[in-house]
């Protein structure tokens, strides 16, 4: 068996760098925390002022430490705190599950149009659907979050998605867990197929609502341009 010599400088370097990625990671619990109370803020004031809720659900997840290491070494990057923050935008990541594709849009553009967010990059999945029929809105914003030791901005991927496109892309991504990514090409065929049924679904659900409803009240245009990148 051999052994090895760990010195006294070692144990507290590893303590220290233990330190700094924990308080890291608390940076984007605190721009997660902020983006999710302005969410939770705008399906309040919908509710109360349009006697409307366009969001189903919000879930909200901070990347492992695991799943971050794993991302570092698969795209490369330098393992550096800055580069980390420029270079893996999904470390804190909110979804917004909303009834209808009116409801994403409009969520998005109330959201993205706030002073205070930056948005760096926008796909447009729903626009322009992926290959296996994925569908989904995709907003990479900067949030800033005031500390005592100062201001950090803090980036925080929000994919906005209707119910049919969430259990859709639940479903997809079990197949592609159990399969280790080698899904067979009927599986995938069939997805594909009921991602364009789950597409007609929401057409569908969105003319019924409409014609039950009648159409809701206009709301704002987007203040920004749309960055748009698929
Ligand atoms: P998790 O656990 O949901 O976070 P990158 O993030 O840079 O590696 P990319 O392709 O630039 O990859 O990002 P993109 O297109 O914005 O998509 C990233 C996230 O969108 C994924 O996160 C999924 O949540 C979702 N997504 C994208 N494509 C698919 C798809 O085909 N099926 C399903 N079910 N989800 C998808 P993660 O990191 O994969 O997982």
Redo the contacts with the bound molecule.
């Keep these: 068996m051999t052994t090895i010599e760990v010195s006294e400088d070692d144990i507290s370097q590893a303590k220290e760098l233990r330190d700094q990625f924990q308080r890291f990671l608390r940076g984007y619990e605190f721009g997660m925390r902020e983006v999710e109370t302005k969410i939770s803020i705008l399906r309040d004031e919908f509710l109360h002022d349009h006697d409307y809720n366009p969001i189903e659900h919000v879930t909200s ?1 901070l ?1 492992t430490p695991d799943s971050i290491v794993e ?1 570092i070494a698969r795209k490369g990057i330098e393992p550096d705190f800055e580069r980390i923050r420029d270079e893996i ?2 470390i804190a ?1 909110i979804r917004v599950t909303c009834s209808f594709v009116t409801d994403v849009y409009q969520l998005f553009d109330l959201l993205t149009a706030q002073d205070d967010i930056t948005v760096r990059v926008v ?1 447009d ?1 729903i626009a322009q659907p ?1 290959a ?1 029929g ?1 569908r ?1 809105l ?1 907003a990479i914003i900067e949030v800033p979050v005031f500390l005592s030791t100062g201001q950090l901005c803090i980036p925080v ?1 929000v ?1 906005f998605r209707t119910i049919a496109m969430d259990f859709w ?2 479903l ?2 079990k197949i ?1 867990y159990k399969f280790q990514g080698q899904v067979p090409g009927h599986l995938v065929d069939s997805l594909t197929d009921a991602a364009h049924a789950a597409g007609e679904l929401d057409a569908r659900m969105e003319r019924i609502h409409r014609e039950a409803h009648g159409t809701r009240p206009a709301l704002p245009a987007p203040i920004d341009p749309r960055i748009v990148e698929v």
């Design positions: 997840r990347k991302k935008t999904d990541g796909k999945y992926k296996n994925y989904s995709h991927e994919q892309a639940s997809e991504h592609h």
